[in-house]
């Protein structure tokens, strides 16, 4: 009969500074690289595909007041299966400071959805500095589960892939 499948539109919709916390003055400056994946669920959590929605290194970073949010809208088309986990996560992002402070490094988010859980919906990565008071901030998706079905993906669909 063969495996389940969901055929999905991720969207990062946006980036959301939610509190700049003990951080000098009234913004952050965010900078990194989001990702979404497909990871199998067998115990391995083998990565399938990577797919970065979103990178800004530290001479381009991004500045966010407290409150406010930057429209990404970065979309990607993507067919899960039943034994596959969707990803969202980031690495390696930090919050820019001036000299002579270091920057600030946010903890790698991740955001593990498995097969059964993934329907359309918002979901949100949570990015802290290193604590409730410090800095935070959301990367922001919807994910839209376009189709599903049973055995094999049909052929219009692998065609917007």
Request: glycine share 6%; hydrophobic share 35%; proline share 3%.
């Amino acid at each position: 009969m063969g495996l389940a499948w969901k055929f999905l539109n991720i969207t990062l919709e946006r980036i959301t500074n939610v509190r700049t916390g003990d951080d000098p003055g009234p913004d952050l400056e965010i900078y990194g690289d989001l990702y979404i994946s497909r990871m199998m669920n067998d115990g391995t959590r083998k990565i399938i595909e990577t797919f970065r929605m979103w990178h800004r290194n530290s001479t381009d970073r991004i500045v966010l007041n407290e409150g406010d949010s930057l429209y990404v809208n970065n979309q990607k088309k993507i067919v899960t299966f039943s034994n596959q986990f969707i990803v969202l996560h980031g690495t390696s992002m930090y919050e820019h400071d001036t000299w002579p402070n270091p920057d600030d490094t946010f903890t790698d988010a991740t955001e593990y959805l498995s097969f059964e859980s993934i329907h359309t919906d918002d979901y949100h990565v949570s990015f802290m500095e290193d604590s409730t008071t410090k800095e935070l901030f959301w990367a922001m998706y919807k994910i839209e589960v376009l189709d599903s079905g049973i055995g094999r993906v049909p052929s219009d669909i692998d065609n917007q892939l």
